[in-house]
């Protein structure tokens, strides 16, 4: 009887200092570092189970692949969670202030573009003259807007615009009163980007 207690007392201690199993919630999480561009195929992301709380809106979940197929917007490290926001397509604008809206320009000097990355903040220049000889003058059509989209976000076969009309094309987000100052710039003279920090 005493060795049955012993037993007994001892089962119970062993449940009392085991550690209940953690709540979790499985995600899809890159399987390695992918570019900007990449176009996700089976084997470039994996399930990985996270603590709920740490489980950002519109985090992808198994077994449901929407994702495949689909453009990778920003570089993303190996483990980050893949999202809505982590995709190129209807979400353009995901993530970007309200009422923001995506204007293509096309720069003067298309080697700018090799320097832009998804999410770099420019300020966009127009630089005009009055006649040939006149003076340059140079006005600030929109500040610190972030860029959504350059030519090396598009795969080979294709992307938003046709291979052969993505020279110098870029795509930034920008508040109304900034697109209409934007619509048709390369038309009024030479725009340009300063890079921001």
Same mark, same amino acid.
């Given at each position: ?12 201690? /062993? ?11 499985? /995600? ?13 195929? &089976?084997? &470039?992301?994996?399930?990985? $189970? ?33 999202? &809505? ?7 353009? @604008? ?7 809206? $995506? ?12 320097? @832009?990355?998804?999410?770099? @903040? ?17 006005? /600030? ?18 992307? @938003?615009?046709?291979?052969? &009309? ?7 987000? $920008? ?23």
């Amino acid at each position: 009887m005493a060795a049955l207690l012993l037993c007994a007392a001892a089962a119970l201690a /062993v449940q009392q200092l085991t550690p209940v199993a953690p709540v979790t919630a499985t /995600v899809l999480v890159a399987a390695r570092d992918l570019p900007s561009g990449h176009v996700l195929a &089976d084997g &470039d992301v994996r399930p990985v $189970a996270v603590s709920p709380s740490m489980v950002p809106d519109g985090a992808f979940v198994p077994p449901a692949p929407p994702w495949l197929g689909s453009q990778v917007s920003g570089p993303l490290r190996r483990g980050e969670v893949l999202t &809505d926001a982590s995709l190129l397509g209807a979400g353009l @604008l995901t993530g970007t202030a309200a009422g923001s809206q $995506a204007v293509p320009l096309r720069l003067s000097d298309p080697s700018t573009l090799a320097l @832009l990355r998804q999410g770099q @903040l420019v300020t966009v220049i127009l630089s005009s003259s009055q006649g040939l000889d006149g003076p340059v003058s140079n006005e /600030v059509l929109a500040d610190k807007v972030p860029v959504l989209w350059t030519p090396a976000l598009a795969p080979s076969s294709g992307g @938003l615009f046709p291979a052969q &009309d993505n020279e110098g094309l870029v795509v930034v987000a $920008a508040s109304p009163a900034q697109a209409v100052q934007l619509a048709g710039a390369v038309s009024r003279g030479k725009v340009s980007l300063i890079l921001l920090n």
